[in-house]
């Protein structure tokens, strides 16, 4: 069952152009220049009840745009969306009940009080019996351990602390899909892994759809199953973590043990990547060269000890998407100018 | 009810974090004992030079009584302007936003809430300094319940209006030049530094009737010259300011909501 739909979703922002100087300022009071930026552009596609999607694409790519029109605070240009089965921008009110938002670089709590208060206004705001909210509050400490620091002043807890703090607090109503923007954003490795642990375990125990944007390619391996994939506005991947390897990779490293000497190797699309004593790296184009074609080619020249063939690390892959030029597509800022009269 | 139960502990919480910056305000009330100290002198001159004991119907210690509650008033006023500007400016609208409430009311409950101590400790500070200066010798204990309620209602008003105002910042790049306008027509025809009796006739009536005074006059007159019949109107007006305002801020809201643009991403 589909709990979120999106159809042709499409925003387009407006910006006034101003010329430097103070001519330029002048001009732009009388005669703005406006520019039409589109920053999602006609996006379609449909998240399951208990999915766990990624939605990564690099800065600017209208991941912030989409989640913002899904949780209703940006209204869109044009298309539609419904999720639980609201539009979210004409029933933002009856759908934050159900709905839960974790921003990584903002904050909920109140800074100079205890994340105790913090909870206990959320509770008012979303209308909790006081006893359910008893219950829900001591389960969430459990969960995310925050017990310690409940009622040490927010700004004394450190950035792992209060991010655990801040999804806790987002999950005080229950919601049925959390929006994660960025949510591991500036943690070191370990509160990274305990965070990542804590979402995963919501989405198992209490079936919390997860809608997730991260430039942590970890946050995507670990967390996800699904993948999509947006830039210039435009979903251009939506499917498997897994398959988005096989998508995008189009390199494998082979690692070799050798029995016999290095002595090169001379294949189209092979490339050594390092080579010391008997040990050798090797990347395969595998637009050019299949593996097995390579694999079949190195036993008849060595003896082999021991192989290994590794995927590039979700990080390259990542890279690589972003990397893509755009010139097979149209660029989304298309700064079309109007002159208003 | 429990609809209201929502603002009032989100002001409740507000005054909390605002209890905080309790040294802050504190410091600050050093400016509010040197404005009181001027007025004091000032009006003492004053008094002395027209060699007269009242003064368009106020004693000296009257005056300063007046002096003392508008000041209480208008420096524990709101800054949600700020609040809400620098929002719209950082995309910071997120979180607040996500909430089921309806968004400029809980800034008006946020801003009523960080006004409260800020509003008891300068008017202990304001109180203290005139009572040193010239004596107690003015108000009287229903003037001080009147003061009390018109203030709150006051502070209501006033966050509505910063509310609005910090709302232009949809529309606006900067929005503090209005409200500096606001503040100047509360010094002037909100009668914060001079009390609405020494306005020459035309423009007593004109400020009369013009929402500012209800801010700052109109508690500090109910405290230092309290009768019924004078603040039971004056409370009306509050009261009629109040819902006319409450009408534009939601209808501004429901524009501004369209045209919402949120910076960063």
């Known amino acids: ?341 | 009810m429990s609809l209201l139960s929502r603002y009032w502990f989100v002001s409740r919480i507000s005054a909390r974090q605002q209890w905080a910056y309790r040294s802050e305000v504190l410091v600050r009330s050093v400016s509010t004992v040197l404005f009181m100290g001027i007025f004091v002198a000032l009006w003492r001159t004053a008094f002395s030079v027209s060699q007269s004991t009242e003064l368009s119907g106020y004693s000296l210690v009257d005056m300063l009584w007046y002096l003392a509650m508008t000041e209480t008033v208008a420096l524990s006023s709101s800054r949600a302007f700020q609040e809400i500007s620098d929002a719209v400016k950082a995309g910071d609208l997120a979180y607040t936003l996500t909430r089921p409430m309806a968004y400029p009311f809980l800034q008006v409950a946020n801003s009523l809430g960080s006004s409260a101590p800020r509003f008891l400790i300068n008017l202990v500070t304001a109180s203290a300094v005139v009572a040193v200066g010239v004596g107690l010798g003015a108000g009287s204990l229903g003037g001080a319940l009147a003061f009390l309620v018109m203030a709150w209602l006051a502070l209501l008003l006033d966050a509505l209006i910063a509310v609005l105002i910090g709302m232009l910042a949809f529309w606006l790049e900067e929005v503090l030049p209005i409200y500096w306008i606001y503040q100047k027509l509360l010094f002037t025809v909100g009668g914060l530094f001079l009390p609405l009796e020494f306005f020459p006739g035309w423009l007593q009536r004109l400020s009369q009737w013009l929402p500012f005074r209800f801010i700052t006059n109109a508690p500090a007159r109910a405290f230092v010259a309290f009768s019924f019949a004078e603040v039971l109107p004056m409370v009306a007006g509050q009261l009629v300011y109040i819902g006319v305002l409450l009408a534009v801020v939601s209808l501004v809201w429901k524009i501004a909501r369209r045209r919402l643009v949120l910076h960063g991403g």
């Open chain 1, 1 to 341: 069952m589909s709990i979120i739909t999106v159809n042709n979703l499409t925003k387009v922002f407006t910006t006034v152009e101003k010329q430097p100087g103070f001519r330029g300022s002048l001009r732009s009071l009388f005669k703005p220049q406006h520019s039409q930026v589109e920053a999602v552009k006609g996006i379609t596609f449909s998240i399951a009840d208990g999915e766990r999607l990624a939605f990564i694409g690099p800065n600017g790519a209208g991941k912030s745009t989409t989640i913002k029109m899904l949780v209703g605070i940006l209204y869109p240009s044009q298309g539609q969306a419904q999720v639980l089965g609201k539009t979210p921008w004409q029933e933002r009110q009856a759908l934050s009940y159900q709905i839960g938002s974790v921003f990584g670089q903002k904050s909920q709590l109140w800074y100079h009080l205890p994340p105790a208060d913090s909870f206990d206004l959320l509770a008012h705001i979303y209308e909790l019996e006081p006893f359910a909210y008893r219950e829900r509050l001591a389960e969430l400490v459990e969960i995310f351990e925050v017990e310690p620091y409940l009622n040490t002043p927010v700004r004394k807890l450190s950035l792992g602390q209060r991010m655990r703090c801040e999804i806790a607090a987002s999950l005080l109503h229950r919601p049925r899909i959390l929006f994660l923007d960025e949510p591991t954003i500036g943690l070191d490795v370990v509160v990274k892994q305990r965070i990542r642990d804590l979402i995963l375990h919501l989405n198992q125990e209490e079936g919390v759809t997860i809608f997730l944007t991260s430039h942590d390619a970890g946050d995507v391996e670990v967390l996800c199953h699904r993948a999509m994939v947006i830039n210039y506005g435009a979903v251009i991947y939506d499917g498997g973590v897994n398959d988005l390897k096989h998508t995008y990779l189009r390199t494998k490293t082979i690692s070799l043990k050798l029995g016999t000497p290095w002595r090169g190797f001379e294949f189209a699309g092979v490339s050594l990547l390092k080579q010391k004593g008997y040990g050798v790296k090797l990347e395969v184009d595998t637009d050019v060269a299949s593996i097995e074609s390579v694999m079949a080619q190195l036993l008849s020249q060595y003896t082999i000890v021991d192989i290994n063939i590794d995927n590039p690390p979700m990080e390259s892959i990542i890279a690589q998407i972003y990397e893509r030029t755009p010139e097979s597509r149209s660029p989304a800022v298309s700064a079309s100018s109007l002159a208003v009269e």
